[in-house]
């Protein structure tokens, strides 16, 4: 059956790529608009959503004080 899985559907976090330094300003200023969710964000810049949830995620920290 696991060979039967989309690879492109099956990939772990590590497997997403990596988000450039404009990626993922775009992603930030773009999820801070509030008009689009982390699918449409993934689909747009090219990248995993997990990449961008993970960027989101590293900015609200740094946003709290978090470094």
Do not use: P, Y
């Not at 993934?42 to 709290?64: F, K, P, S, Y």
């Amino acid at each position: 059956m696991l060979q039967l899985a989309d690879r492109r559907r099956s990939r772990s976090a590590a497997m997403s790529g990596k988000m450039d330094e404009l990626q993922a300003l775009a992603a930030v200023i773009l999820w801070k608009s509030g008009h689009f969710d982390t699918f449409d964000l993934a689909a747009v810049l090219g990248v995993g959503e997990d990449a961008v949830c993970r960027t989101l995620q590293a900015a609200r920290h740094v946003a709290n004080g978090g470094a």
